[in-house]
Structure formats: C-alpha cells, structure tokens
C-alpha cells in the first residue's frame, strides 16, 4: 500500500520535498537537500524524527567523472545498484527487492546527517511499494557512516534544549 510506513524504518529511501512544503517548517534542513530522496539510518522515530542521509544522482555523471583525482570527496558518496561499484572501496549498495530501480543512477551521500520528522518525507514511489535497501546493505552503510541508534536521541535533546 502507497505510504503505509513499515517498522522498521531502517534503510528505507523517502523522498525530502520542497523546503516550502515541509510540514511544520524544519530550518534546519538546507534548501540543497530538498527535492531529493534519503535513505532513513534510524529503526524507528524517535519523538517523530529520523536520521537520514541525501541521496545525489550528479545529474547523471558518475562519481569518478565528478570527481576524478579527489578521493577524499568520492569517499563521501556510495553507489546503488545499477551503478558499478565504488571505485576505491568496492562498496555497492542494492535494493531489498532486485525488480525495482531508483528513477536516476544514484548514490548516498555519507558525509552529513541530518534529524528529521518522519512525517516531513514523502513516499519515494507514490504509486508503488515502499522502497528500501537490503538488509546487507543497510548494515553496510551504518557501519561506513558510523551510526549508533542513541545518537538520533542526543540530537533531539539538543534540539529542544536550544
């Protein structure tokens, strides 16, 4: 069912509307980000939020085009499938279901996280099923990115002591 939200939440790719269609208003989410899909790091909301990380097609360059001779910032991005593989890491990201694609050749973009409301994302497909990286994947990009679930809670405590 279009939108039905499934627990857990991990791995999940939901699309970040508009900053104008963010619902409440959230300034803490660049313009930059908007009208993109993310990839949810957390297993469930904690007080309604969500880590996630920007998902960046390049506009359809690939990462060694965009980034030739800088290692440092091809490190900060992951393929998924149909990509090839990471071209320093090996590293590649696919689907939990092998018959559906994203609309553009994509990666995740490791470097920044960003805390959310779960309510704010959108369904990544609006027409079909729901859309979430493997669970081998998913574990792999916890792991390159370094998430620990207990950081979600330590920023939402730091965004209502300010």
């Not at 509307?17 to 313009?31: C, Y």
């Not at 909301?45 to 085009?65: C, H, K, P």
């Not at 994509?106 to 859309?131: C, F, H, M, W």
Request: aromatic residues 6%; contains cysteine.
């Amino acid at each position: 069912m279009p939108g039905l939200i499934r627990e857990p939440l991990a791995g999940c790719i939901k699309w970040l509307p508009r900053k104008d269609e963010l619902v409440p208003a959230d300034a803490s989410i660049d313009e930059g980000c908007c009208q993109h899909p993310v990839v949810i790091l957390s297993t469930k909301a904690q007080n309604g939020r969500v880590e996630i990380l920007i998902i960046t097609s390049f506009g359809g360059i690939d990462l060694e085009t965009k980034y030739p001779t800088h290692l440092s910032a091809r490190k900060n991005h992951l393929p998924i499938k149909p990509h090839k593989a990471h071209p320093d890491n090996g590293i590649l990201l696919v689907l939990e279901n092998p018959s559906i694609e994203l609309r553009k050749k994509s990666y995740v973009k490791t470097r920044d996280r960003r805390t959310i409301l779960l309510a704010s994302l959108q369904p990544y497909n609006r027409q079909g099923p729901e859309v979430f990286l493997s669970k081998k994947s998913y574990k792999i990009l916890v792991q390159y990115v370094g998430f620990v679930e207990h950081e979600v809670v330590r920023e939402v405590v730091r965004l209502v002591a300010t």
